[in-house]
């Protein structure tokens, strides 16, 4: 059974960094893609970020491009999403997710598995 373990999330100041934190168990995406993606209450869910995990191509929201940045570690079988320069706006619940198939930008499109999500506040 795969699963998607979210952490990191934490409520901070405008400005300020979190790194979030996406394991997966139960399976080895060597390909694929995996992805981050935010909910804020009473909007839609939205993509931030997402990677090829066969060769790293990143993807990145517009609104996120040069504060976020998605990586993986192969050996902890983990993606993370380093957040930098948080914004009020960021604030969200942040999920992650995985699919088989290659990234389609930021779209959650097709992914096959969702994380439970982690709170991110950013206050002003």
């Known amino acids: 059974q795969v699963q998607l373990v979210e952490s990191g999330g934490d409520s901070v100041q405008a400005g300020g960094s979190l790194r979030l934190s996406c394991v997966v168990f139960?399976?080895?995406?060597?390909?694929?893609?995996m992805g981050w993606f935010r909910q804020a209450p009473g909007k839609e869910r939205e993509g931030v970020a997402s990677?090829?995990?066969?060769?790293?191509?990143?993807y990145y929201a517009n609104s996120v491009k040069g504060r976020f940045t998605i990586s993986q570690d192969n050996a902890k079988n983990t993606v993370y999403l380093q957040m930098n320069s948080l914004k009020p706006e960021d604030t969200a619940m942040y999920y992650c997710?995985?699919?088989?198939?290659?990234?389609?930008?930021?779209?959650?499109?097709?992914?096959?598995?969702w994380g439970q999500g982690t709170q991110v506040t950013v206050s002003s």
């Open positions: 990677i090829y995990l066969g060769g790293g191509s990143t």
């Open positions: 139960g399976y080895t995406f060597s390909n694929g893609c």
């Open positions: 997710a995985a699919k088989f198939q290659v990234c389609s930008g930021v779209s959650n499109f097709g992914y096959n598995y």
